[in-house]
């Protein structure tokens, strides 16, 4: 009797659960539907003609599938050129923004030295600040040192994030001292314990968060729009805002213009979506 009662309580444990795993897919199905829409319709209006693309009610796929409006991006901007400088600008950042930050991480995750708590609290006030305050300090900075208009102007006041150095300071906190210890007695340097312990170790960390400094290197706007004026220093998000008319929009070449911008962005993040998520999961523990 008592292991017929057993048995109907792990029954209808598991089908509790299998209700239970059905209604989170369920959930997480439509939530990546509707995500992924607007992306789907970038997509097909990039191959529509501009009554098909305002046309009302929403016409998903064209009449006529053709490049006619890829075509036309490339005849009217520069497109390899403002590539060229978007991806000039979006190395050269996370390259050095990468550095800087994890060398301070490093210092505030692993070592002690006076006023370490304090300088850490002060740097934390940063998130406090809306960054369209620092545009007029970053624009008299950039002056003062002759970089308007230059590729050096939208990369130097974006070389050093609070962000950045935050993050890799708790994936560096969740790291084993034994390690680090062990290094030490061998004789290993602070520098050298740093380049061949911990970064190894932190690689999926140092992965995720170079995927989201990458968006965000390739889709600022604002900085760039404001730090240069001519039309070779333009980048792609700049050369993007300038397809959208005073009147009208013409939105199939628009759309068209995006999906040749984004296409780079869904083929990093294809090859490196196991180390974002997992490297998310991680530093996402409290330090």
Known sequence: MENRN????????????L????????????GSSIMIIPFVWMFLTSFKTYQEAVAVPVQWFPS????????????????????RNTIIITIVTLIFMELIASIAAYAFARMEFPGKNAI???????????????MIPKYLMITQMHLVDTLGGIVIPNLFSVYTM????QSFSELPRDLEDAARIDGCSYFRT????????????????SILN??????????????????????????????????GTEYQILMAAGVMTTFPLVIIYIFGQRSFVEGIAFTGVKG
């Open 166 to 169: 935050f993050m890799l300071r």
């Open 214 to 247: 990458l968006l965000w290197c390739w889709n600022d706007l604002l900085w760039p729009l404001i730090a240069t004026s001519s039309d070779r220093m333009r980048v792609l998000s700049v050369a993007m805002a300038s397809l959208q008319g005073q009147h």
């Open 120 to 134: 850490f609290f002060v740097l934390m006030t940063v998130f406090m600040v809306p960054a369209q305050m620092t």
């Open 194 to 209: 740093f380049a061949q312990i911990i970064m190894p170790l932190s690689k999926g960390s140092l992965i995720a968060i």
């Open 19 to 30: 209700v239970s795993d059905i209604l989170i897919n369920i959930i997480l199905l439509l």
């Open 64 to 83: 006529n599938w053709n490049i006619d409006n890829y075509r036309e991006v490339l005849k009217r901007l520069d497109f390899l050129h403002y590539y």
């Open 6 to 17: 057993v048995k109907k309580k792990v029954h209808g444990r598991e089908e509790n659960r």
